[in-house]
């Protein structure tokens, strides 16, 4: 049987916010195979904004990420007072209709628990291919746990890592734990486009976060990505 061709997008400032909300050490060339296991990866394309005041602070983790296969877009924030400000939502949504147009895979899969995605995954869902959001669940906007076809929780992925890590498990075992990651929505759409097994996953969540929100400290941010003063320049856990 013919595998199903997938690609992967990653809001990297959403997603390493969230695990330093955790105090997780992702290793996002491990994601990468992970989400890619027993699929034919395609691409991965990944996001990571640039703090104008300390443009070379993430010249290895940008190096690192190319080097783990993923395609690298960086952006300049603009300097806004004490930080400053970065959004990808139309570099991500316009590549991401790109690929679907053009490379016509099965699946996309989109690591950022961002709401501002809804509309995209919507309209990429009525093209005919699978959308997987990958998140750390207490960050991701109650719309888009709901409007995807599936949902992939970070923090029971890096669970599952870390056992490998101390060699608990095998990749047999870590196959059939990533299935089980994926909450298909299998149930009859009802008039507000919600499954019945969607339910709990539709409950608010404090913290909903957009993914370019980058200020430290973590527990205070907002809608845009603030970055503090170069002297405490470490908003990505490196």
Excluded at 87 to 108: G, H, S, T
Excluded at 172 to 194: N, P, T
Excluded at 213 to 228: A, E, F, G, S
């Amino acid at each position: 049987m013919e595998k199903e061709k997938v690609v992967f997008f990653l809001d990297y400032a959403n997603v390493n916010r969230g695990a330093r909300e955790k105090r997780y050490h992702l290793d996002y060339q491990d994601l990468l195979h992970y989400v890619g296991e027993g699929r034919f990866l395609l691409d991965a394309h990944c996001y990571v904004p640039i703090n104008p005041r300390n443009e070379h602070r993430l010249d290895g983790v940008i190096e690192d990420l190319w080097r783990s296969g993923y395609i690298v877009t960086t952006k300049l924030g603009m300097i806004a007072g004490g930080t400053y400000k970065c959004n990808f939502d139309v570099e991500i949504a316009m590549d991401v209709l790109r690929v679907v147009y053009q490379v016509k895979p099965d699946i996309i899969v989109l690591a950022s628990g961002d709401s501002d995605f809804v509309s995209l995954i919507q309209e990429v869902r009525r093209s005919g291919v699978r959308v997987e959001v990958a998140a750390f669940e207490e960050t991701a906007g109650a719309d888009i746990l709901c409007k995807c076809s599936g949902f992939i929780d970070l923090a029971v992925y890096y669970e599952s890592y870390l056992a490998a890590q101390n060699g608990e498990q095998g990749e047999d075992s870590r196959a059939e734990q990533y299935k089980d990651l994926i909450q298909a929505q299998s149930g009859k759409q009802g008039k507000d486009g919600i499954t019945e097994q969607d339910q709990d996953l539709l409950q608010p969540h404090d913290s909903d976060l957009d993914k370019d929100d980058v200020k430290l400290p973590v527990d205070q941010v907002d809608k845009q990505t603030h970055v503090p003063a170069p002297d405490v320049i470490d908003e990505l856990g490196l």
